[in-house]
């Protein structure tokens, strides 16, 4: 993702870096994981995701096609493929299917961007380990 979306993937590590405890995200570079199981979606937009997410499709099913509403595409993901795209700015949903269907979606918060301007408004204060 460095090489292939390199501003995506610089503002998606920003705030994962900076994790308390010098914690590191299994997730890298994005911040959070939901796992769908069995599910079709409505159409919806993640308004409070950051840049990209990214979906791994796991099924075994027909059907399920993920829709992109305003590029017009239509994407049938097989076991294992996977696709990225701005969830907070394209209305996207799955189409019904048959047979067992999960995914596993890879986004950030936008939220996460207060961490980095000032710890969530602890930056300063001598009990927070990253005090300046």
Not at 25 to 32: L, N, Q, R, Y
Not at 52 to 63: A, K, M, R, V
Not at 79 to 88: H, I, L, P, R, T
Not at 109 to 131: E, P, T, V
């Amino acid at each position: 993702m460095a090489e292939l979306l390199p501003d995506h993937y610089a503002i998606l590590k920003l705030w994962v870096e900076l994790l308390p405890s010098n914690d590191f995200s299994p997730v890298f570079p994005f911040g959070g994981l939901v796992i769908n199981m069995n599910v079709a979606t409505r159409a919806h937009r993640d308004t409070e995701d950051l840049s990209l997410c990214f979906i791994l499709e796991i099924s075994d099913c027909e059907g399920g096609e993920l829709c992109l509403m305003e590029p017009g595409l239509v994407i049938e993901l097989r076991n294992g493929d996977g696709v990225a795209f701005c969830s907070n700015k394209i209305t996207h949903f799955n189409l019904d299917y048959k047979g067992k269907r999960a995914s596993f979606v890879f986004h950030s918060d936008r939220a996460g961007l207060a961490w980095c301007k000032d710890g969530n408004g602890w930056k300063g204060n001598k009990f927070f380990s990253q005090a300046e």
